[in-house]
């Protein structure tokens, strides 16, 4: 069946439907309206006609990409959508291929990534009568398991009910707080007739319906007036609204510190950048967040969690605080600010610059000295890298030749090495905490990928690939030993689809977050052990170029600039010291402090 859209010429604003279309190429067809270019997922039974669909359009809609795993393919849908900003689209099959996607669903639910999630049903006529992998209501409830991770969640029942639950699951994927939206349909509704006449214009798909609080704005404003100094802590959902926020930082000389995932936003060597709070956070921004001379912090785009705020710590959640967020739920977890300020952050800094300007241009002035600054200057640069402005731990491991190498040694050279346009997505675990600490780069494009809301091993391994295909760039994927073995098979992924991706195990023989962790928290040690293993010669019986890097030479002489035009992914096995502790003491204590609360 060959398929072609209907001739909007009488009509422009009506995109019209063929009758020969069914179920399956409806789905197709908003998803072409949206731009979407891949769908990621695994094939089966039920799905199947999802696949049909799409095969039918190969070359004129979204391309098929077939994971290893149904994790690997959200997670790879994950990748695509915070690259591109379009809708992440992965699907598969019933029963297990459903509960498999979810690990993936959780990650884009707690990082609020835009998500639409398509898993099949056996055919209606089955339901209740135990089929094979039937995930109805009355046996393995997968729309029931969906619930609590999905920002829209729903079991198709009828035909004529496609067209307008997957209208609601796209708006609801991204409205605020963006989302994963979850569809489950039956194979038979797949391949049944569409009913719907005509499609629903991209433009109403997605639509930004945020509105800004101008009252409190102003209130802030009249803050701001008899404030004399400012710092800032800034998100991850700062993207967007960045150039006004570093003009406000200029304007009225605020330090700054972000939290682990809103360091992708800024130069890591601006003069008044001072590095991480929270987790494997730095000591010039624990300084800055207690300095007394500061009189207002502004929290912007942060959801306030636990790692981004050194377990809700009250030298920052305080009275002090103004939280100015676009997601109203957000505020539900710093109830001690002094204002929340809900809307596009954009355009509230847009307003508070125009105040400022005025201020300054009738005498206003912001030159109270910065004391964390100026203690910092006498007496912390690194001898060698006059560029920070942060207080690093143990500042001489980055120049070690010692072997192993030391992580530090290791984070610090890729920061200098990796081209700022290569993708960097950093793995669950400990370099986790070593790329928080120890990665500072001048590129502010936020091209420095974290998920650190649901932790999931592995996820930088096919947010990596899904990125690469959204971005057309190299990409890097920094992960462990740990989360390689039960992940690593996605790089066959990368390998047939020529994608120039660059996979760095950090090899230290152990799940080193565990090792670690126990140590730190004098637990047991147990459970953490991982065999010996040469992951460049894994890499190379599946045709893959593998290096092994365990010498300061090797590491100096790694050409990323040559790995990143090859058509083709690259594995790095990197040997690490395992005996070197990362900067997480204050996760350990985390996981021990159960009266934790915010703003407690």
């Given at each position: 069946?060959?398929?072609?859209?209907?001739?909007?010429?009488?009509?422009?604003?009506?995109?019209?439907?063929?009758n020969?279309?069914?179920?399956?190429?409806?789905?197709?067809?908003?998803?072409n309206?949206?731009?979407?270019?891949?769908?990621?997922?695994?094939?089966?039974?039920?799905?199947?006609p999802?696949?049909?669909a799409?095969?039918?359009?190969?070359?004129?809609?979204?391309?098929?990409?077939v994971?290893?795993?149904?994790?690997?393919a959200a997670?790879?849908?994950?990748?695509?959508?915070?690259?591109?900003?379009?809708?992440?689209?992965?699907?598969?099959?019933?029963?297990?291929?459903?509960?498999?996607?979810?690990?993936?669903?959780a990650?884009?639910?707690?990082?609020?990534?835009?998500?639409?999630?398509?898993?099949?049903?056996?055919?209606?006529p089955?339901?209740?009568?135990?089929?094979?992998?039937?995930?109805?209501?009355?046996?393995?409830?997968?729309?029931?398991?969906?619930?609590?991770?999905?920002?829209?969640?729903?079991?198709?029942?009828?035909?004529?009910?496609?067209?307008?639950?997957?209208?609601?699951?796209?708006?609801?994927?991204?409205?605020?707080?963006?989302?994963?939206?979850?569809i489950?349909?039956?194979?038979?509704?797949?391949?049944?007739?569409?009913?719907?006449?005509?499609?629903?214009?991209?433009?109403?798909?997605?639509?930004?319906?945020?509105?800004?609080?101008?009252?409190?704005?102003?209130?802030?404003?009249?803050?701001?007036?008899?404030?004399?100094?400012?710092?800032?802590?800034?998100?991850?959902?700062?993207?967007?609204?960045?150039e006004?926020?570093?003009?406000?930082?200029?304007?009225?000389?605020?330090?700054?510190?972000?939290?682990?995932?809103?360091?992708?936003?800024?130069?890591?060597?601006?003069?008044?950048?001072?590095g991480?709070?929270?987790?494997?956070?730095?000591?010039?921004?624990?300084?800055?967040?207690?300095?007394?001379?500061?009189?207002?912090?502004?929290?912007?785009?942060?959801?306030?969690?636990?790692?981004g705020?050194g377990?809700?710590?009250?030298?920052?959640?305080?009275?002090?605080?103004?939280?100015?967020?676009?997601?109203?739920?957000?505020?539900?977890?710093?109830?001690?600010?002094?204002?929340?300020?809900c809307?596009?952050?954009?355009?509230?800094?847009?307003?508070?610059?125009?105040?400022?300007?005025?201020?300054?241009k009738?005498?206003?002035?912001?030159n109270?000295?910065?004391?964390?600054?100026?203690?910092?200057?006498?007496?912390?640069?690194?001898?060698?890298?006059?560029?920070?402005?942060?207080?690093?731990?143990?500042?001489?491991?980055?120049?070690?030749?010692?072997?192993?190498?030391?992580?530090?040694?290791?984070?610090?050279?890729?920061?200098?090495?990796?081209?700022?346009?290569?993708?960097?997505?950093?793995?669950?675990?400990?370099?986790?905490?070593?790329?928080?600490?120890y990665?500072?780069?001048?590129?502010?494009?936020?091209?420095?990928?974290?998920?650190?809301?649901?932790?999931?091993?592995?996820?930088a391994?096919?947010?990596?690939?899904?990125?690469?295909?959204?971005?057309?760039?190299?990409?890097?994927?920094?992960?462990?030993?740990?989360?390689?073995?039960?992940?690593?098979?996605?790089i066959?992924?990368?390998?047939?689809?020529?994608?120039?991706?660059?996979?760095?195990v950090?090899?230290?023989?152990?799940?080193?977050?565990?090792?670690?962790?126990?140590?730190?928290?004098?637990?047991?040690?147990?459970?953490?052990?991982?065999?010996?293993?040469?992951?460049?010669?894994?890499?190379?019986?599946?045709?893959?170029?593998?290096?092994?890097?365990?010498?300061?030479?090797?590491l100096?002489?790694?050409?990323?600039?040559?790995?990143?035009?090859?058509?083709?992914?690259?594995?790095?096995?990197?040997?690490?010291?395992?005996?070197?502790?990362?900067?997480?003491?204050?996760?350990?204590?985390?996981?021990?402090?159960?009266?934790?609360?915010?703003?407690?």
């Open positions: 069946m060959k398929l072609s859209l209907v001739s909007k010429k009488n009509n422009p604003n009506k995109q019209l439907i063929k020969s279309w069914d179920n399956a190429d409806l789905i197709i067809e908003y998803l309206l949206l731009e979407v270019e891949y769908v990621f997922g695994v094939p089966g039974g039920a799905i199947e999802m696949y049909n799409l095969s039918r359009y190969q070359g004129k809609g979204p391309k098929i990409i994971a290893r795993h149904e994790a690997g997670f790879m849908a994950e990748g695509y959508a915070r690259e591109t900003g379009k809708l992440g689209v992965c699907c598969a099959t019933t029963g297990p291929g459903a509960t498999n996607l979810l690990t993936g669903v990650s884009a639910y707690v990082d609020n990534i835009p998500m639409l999630v398509i898993t099949a049903q056996t055919p209606l089955k339901f209740g009568r135990n089929a094979l992998q039937e995930s109805s209501c009355t046996a393995i409830d997968t729309v029931g398991i969906f619930r609590h991770c999905t920002r829209y969640n729903t079991l198709v029942s009828h035909t004529e009910q496609l067209n307008a639950k997957l209208i609601s699951a796209i708006m609801a994927a991204f409205r605020v707080p963006a989302g994963p939206s979850h489950s349909i039956p194979s038979d509704i797949l391949r049944a007739s569409s009913s719907t006449s005509e499609l629903t214009q991209a433009d109403k798909l997605v639509h930004d319906f945020a509105l800004t609080d101008n009252a409190a704005v102003h209130k802030l404003m009249d803050i701001l007036k008899k404030t004399k100094r400012v710092a800032l802590f800034l998100g991850k959902g700062c993207g967007s609204a960045i006004p926020i570093m003009e406000f930082a200029e304007l009225t000389r605020s330090p700054i510190i972000t939290g682990p995932a809103g360091k992708r936003w800024i130069n890591g060597f601006h003069p008044l950048y001072r991480v709070f929270g987790f494997a956070g730095h000591k010039s921004a624990e300084e800055t967040i207690k300095d007394k001379t500061i009189d207002l912090l502004l929290a912007i785009g942060t959801p306030i969690t636990e790692l705020t377990g809700w710590q009250s030298h920052l959640l305080n009275e002090k605080l103004v939280h100015i967020d676009s997601a109203i739920e957000h505020f539900s977890r710093s109830p001690m600010a002094r204002l929340h300020v809307g596009d952050i954009k355009s509230v800094f847009e307003q508070l610059n125009a105040d400022i300007i005025l201020g300054l009738w005498g206003r002035k912001w109270a000295p910065d004391p964390v600054k100026q203690n910092y200057l006498a007496h912390h640069i690194p001898s060698n890298d006059h560029g920070y402005q942060i207080r690093l731990n143990d500042p001489a491991s980055c120049y070690s030749n010692q072997v192993p190498l030391k992580p530090q040694k290791v984070v610090t050279k890729f920061a200098k090495k990796i081209p700022s346009e290569f993708r960097v997505h950093i793995d669950a675990g400990n370099a986790w905490a070593w790329f928080t600490h990665f500072h780069r001048s590129s502010a494009k936020g091209h420095y990928h974290i998920a650190m809301g649901f932790g999931s091993m592995g996820w391994i096919g947010a990596s690939i899904g990125n690469s295909f959204g971005s057309k760039q190299p990409a890097v994927c920094i992960t462990g030993d740990g989360s390689y073995l039960m992940a690593g098979q996605e066959t992924v990368a390998l047939q689809h020529q994608l120039p991706v660059i996979f760095v950090l090899n230290d023989g152990a799940l080193g977050m565990v090792k670690h962790g126990q140590k730190l928290g004098n637990a047991e040690e147990v459970g953490f052990e991982l065999p010996e293993i040469n992951y460049a010669k894994m890499a190379e019986a599946m045709g893959i170029m593998g290096i092994t890097v365990a010498t300061p030479a090797e100096n002489n790694i050409d990323w600039r040559e790995l990143g035009k090859r058509n083709a992914p690259t594995l790095i096995n990197l040997i690490i010291d395992p005996n070197e502790v990362p900067p997480m003491g204050q996760r350990v204590k985390g996981l021990g402090d159960s009266s934790a609360t915010p703003g407690g």
